[in-house]
């Protein structure tokens, strides 16, 4: 199948005015200029918009925060024990939520979803589709494990009053739990026979692909100073760090670039609800992504909902952020520091076909989504007042 007579933004090569997709199965098979010669019944005629590959948001709670279900839908945080690295999203992930519709409806193709912040090791983060039959089908992969710092855990738990209750105590429970999985990794290598083997232990299990560079470290960080730490434990554990927020990023803005750090900056719109937020600014991204930073931009839907994912881009963009630098931190930037970028943030051969087709300036409000894509089958088509549905 074609998708031809489009303005293509492949997002890793420079736009081209008049092209076409070619689309074999559930993968991108050619990308070219002009109008294909064999263009058949099935083909679709952009009819001169814009394809692009589809938006992806790299930290949300879609699916565990349900769309008007009240407490019943709600599994983001489990909160009986501080670490508990072990939970698995899609254990509980409704993927029939409907926030899922909104999110084709927006142009959103993939996220990253996952546990919240109130533990400091909640569980892990995965990759999905927003589209599909189940989430089974929709899954890309596992994307890394979450540990929380500063403001979340400490209130939660000195309400229950238990620890931990200061930042030192949620520092001090994630380091035990990353020097007690390496342990235990040690002693499962070096084992000979079944009898080497330590006792199982299903957390210091759930931390190896950590330990061993196949997850990253997804770090809920507002504060400057609790940015720092997340750094200063993945320095001391060998991990790769992804800072989730990072508020004050801005403030220590060369320090991150020198470090070369990733961050999914957001949510964008959004209160000062909390003291962590006192610094907030629309600036950030802007001055993070001058000093050296890869960032890309989140929703952390519900705090944003998922539908106005590209709204805050177009702030970050008034604020300073380079037009070209939004779009790819929502696109081929996103999937990169998302883990995914061999699957989707941009048009090439190979590609899962994610693609969306829109009828203005990707990150204008009043431009209007007309199909969206996933995996080769369109999942979303705009109707208009005066056309019928189907």
Do not use: W
Request: hydrophobic fraction near 40%; include cysteine; aromatic fraction near 6%.
């Amino acid at each position: 199948m074609y998708i031809y007579n489009v303005k293509l933004l492949t997002m890793d090569a420079p736009p081209v005015d008049r092209g076409f997709v070619k689309i074999e199965g559930k993968r991108i098979a050619e990308v070219g200029s002009g109008i294909p010669e064999d263009i058949g019944m099935g083909d679709i005629d952009g009819k001169g918009n814009i394809l692009m590959p589809g938006f992806i948001d790299i930290h949300t709670h879609m699916g565990l925060i349900g769309d008007g279900c009240g407490e019943e839908g709600i599994d983001i945080n489990e909160g009986s024990d501080p670490v508990m690295p072990h939970l698995r999203t899609v254990d509980g992930l409704n993927f029939y939520d409907g926030y899922f519709n909104d999110a084709v409806r927006a142009g959103v193709t993939s996220v990253i979803t996952g546990v919240g912040s109130l533990d400091p090791i909640g569980g892990d983060m995965i990759a999905v589709k927003t589209a599909g039959r189940c989430l089974d089908e929709a899954f890309i992969r596992r994307a890394g494990i979450k540990f929380a710092l500063g403001e979340n855990p400490k209130s939660y738990y000195n309400d229950k009053e238990e620890a931990p209750q200061t930042r030192m105590a949620t520092a001090a429970l994630i380091r035990e739990a990353l020097e007690k999985a390496r342990r235990y990794m040690v002693l499962c290598e070096n084992a000979e026979d079944i009898s080497d083997y330590p006792e199982y232990d299903i957390k210091s299990e759930a931390l190896i692909p950590l330990l061993k560079g196949e997850l990253k470290a997804h770090f809920h960080c507002h504060r400057a100073d609790d940015i720092l730490t997340a750094l200063r434990i993945c320095d001391e554990y060998g991990l790769c760090p992804l800072l989730i927020h990072c508020t004050e990023g801005y403030l220590i803005a060369d320090i991150l670039g020198e470090r070369q750090a990733g961050a999914a900056v957001g949510p964008i719109i959004c209160d000062r609800g909390k003291p962590e937020l006192m610094r907030a600014s629309l600036e950030n991204a802007a001055k993070l992504h001058r000093a050296g930073v890869k960032i890309a931009l989140c929703t952390d839907h519900p705090e944003t909902p998922i539908g106005f994912f590209t709204a805050g881009a177009a702030y970050c963009v008034k604020n300073g952020l380079p037009y070209d630098a939004a779009l790819r931190a929502v696109t081929t930037d996103a999937a990169e520091l998302g883990g995914i970028a061999d699957r989707v943030g941009s048009i090439a051969c190979g590609k899962d076909a994610d693609l969306i087709l829109i009828d203005g300036d990707p990150l204008d409000i009043r431009s209007d989504i007309i199909m969206t894509m996933i995996d080769g089958k369109t999942v979303y088509e705009r109707k208009y007042p005066n056309e019928q549905s189907n």
